[in-house]
């Protein structure tokens, strides 16, 4: 049996006094957001942080077979503030497999402890078994080792980057769905170029309902109007079907810098920056981003200095929030929530205009008219999508399978726990209805933040 073991692993210098609370530790992961190595990752990180108190930023750096990942940590301090989730082949495989491999697993990582073990599992579908007489592996084995014999096997292939948050919501909801109608659903990542490559995976599909994309509402909205030349058009390309989930963002600052600063609720940390010579240090995950837009949107409309850093994900912008070089993040709540709850965060507003259910005692945007913000109302959602050319009575039918397994047990438990938001559209019609509303809001933010992606 082939078992597969994650390590936290740290570059070689790294002394053997460095203490674990002395500062915030960020643990890269070298595949993307909602994979098994993520997984392992994140529920270690909540039991070492309950535990000891300390806050470890989880950092997915997927690409190029992970090796971006492991560069992540080759090239951190060698102080313990870094360290990777590596799994053995890291340390033995990978490098073996590459003619000119860039590190030397020996030579340059320390592999610290292990965390976890796995093994891959071998299934064929219950019909190809009835059809070829597979009673079991060896008869499999045996079939194929016959003269003209050939068995086509599948393999999880080159991870590819994916939102955690979209990832989670396409794998909770593909379960409950499965679950109710026994349709079988793959999960496919298409990351990259801003969702871009998702999006074109979505257009090139044949319009039959055999392939869907789980798109949030700005790439109906604030995307393609944030470039020059946009590669679709959303009313005309797409055909969003149903929508699954809403979310928003979390605005957070330290408990520390909340005591050294008096800042006691969000109309403090406003109107401070708002003072002859005040200034707030705001962090994103990147430009053109949500929280980026919400931003320099609430900046704009009440009048506060507000310095806008673009981070490349939200994670490196939650590291440095945690080690004290910004003031204050914007963000969506699964990031966040683990560190509010040990205390070093305190979330003083969520980005939708009403209070979220899951933080109900945290005030929503409409309750700051006095700042010139109680219409602004940042809540995002993700719908099912086809493309063009899809048939009214396909569309009708995913969207009455999608229906039918919203009171799926467990469900509505899962997305809370991740941040989301069980939240329905009735069909297709309802779903465009509330694109069309959402459009000027998005409108007004990307116009307001002067954002642009080439």
């Known amino acids: 049996m082939i078992a597969r073991r994650a390590l936290l692993a740290t570059t070689l210098a790294a002394p053997a006094s460095a203490q674990i609370i002395n500062r915030p530790m960020r643990w890269v992961v070298p595949f993307p957001p909602g994979g098994a190595a993520d997984a392992i990752a994140r529920i270690w990180a909540e039991a070492v942080t ?12 997927g690409g190029a077979n992970g090796l971006l990942g492991v560069q992540a940590v080759l090239q951190a301090p060698p102080d313990g503030s870094t360290l990777g989730i590596l799994s053995i082949p890291f340390f033995t495989a990978l490098p073996m497999m590459m003619a000119n491999p860039p590190y030397d697993p020996a030579r340059d990582l320390v592999p610290i402890i292990r965390l976890v073990t796995s093994t891959v599992l071998c299934c064929v579908t219950a019909e190809r078994a009835r059809e070829r007489g597979w009673a079991d592996f060896r008869a499999l084995v045996n079939a194929a080792k016959q003269p003209g014999a050939r068995l086509v096997k599948g393999s999880a ?10 990832a989670t919501i396409a794998r909770i909801w593909a379960d409950a769905v499965t679950t109710r109608t026994g349709q079988a659903i793959v999960i496919d990542n298409r990351g990259g170029a801003n969702g871009l490559l998702g999006v074109q995976a979505v257009l090139q599909a044949p319009p039959d309902g055999s392939t869907l994309g789980v798109l949030s509402i700005p790439f109906f909205t604030a995307l393609p109007m944030m470039m020059a030349n946009p590669p679709y058009d959303p009313v005309r390309d797409l055909v969003p079907i149903i929508r699954l989930v809403t979310s928003t963002v979390l605005c957070c600052v330290t408990a520390e810098r909340a005591r050294e600063r008096g800042w006691t ?7 401070a920056a708002k003072r002859p010579g005040g200034r707030v240090v705001k962090g994103s995950a990147g430009n053109g981003s949500a929280a980026h837009l919400l931003i320099a949107t609430i900046a704009t409309r009440s009048g506060a200095n507000i310095e806008h850093v673009a981070y490349r994900g939200g994670a490196p912008a939650l590291t440095d929030l945690l080690g004290g070089q910004i003031d204050m993040v914007f963000d ?7 560190h509010v709850a040990s205390g070093r965060l305190v979330p003083l507003a969520v980005g939708s205009n009403a209070r979220s259910p899951l933080l109900p005692e945290v005030p929503g945007l409409g309750e700051f008219a006095d700042l010139n913000l109680g219409d602004l109302d940042m809540q995002s959602w993700n719908a099912l999508t086809a493309p063009r050319g899809t048939p009214p009575e396909v569309q009708r039918a995913i969207a009455d399978g999608v229906l039918r397994s919203a009171d799926v047990p467990g469900l509505a438990d899962r997305l809370r726990a991740s941040g989301l938001v069980l939240a329905t559209s009735a069909g297709p019609a309802e779903t465009v209805a509330l694109i069309a509303a959402d459009a000027p809001r998005w409108a007004e933010m ?9």
């Open 446 to 454: 990307v116009r307001l933040s002067g954002a642009r992606i080439e």
């Open 50 to 61: 309950t535990r000891t108190g300390q806050a470890i930023v989880v950092d997915n750096r």
């Open 157 to 166: 292939g080159n991870a590819s980057a994916a939102h955690l948050l979209i």
């Open 265 to 271: 609720d969000f109309r403090g940390v406003i109107n």
């Open 332 to 338: 969506f709540m699964p990031a966040l929530m683990p």
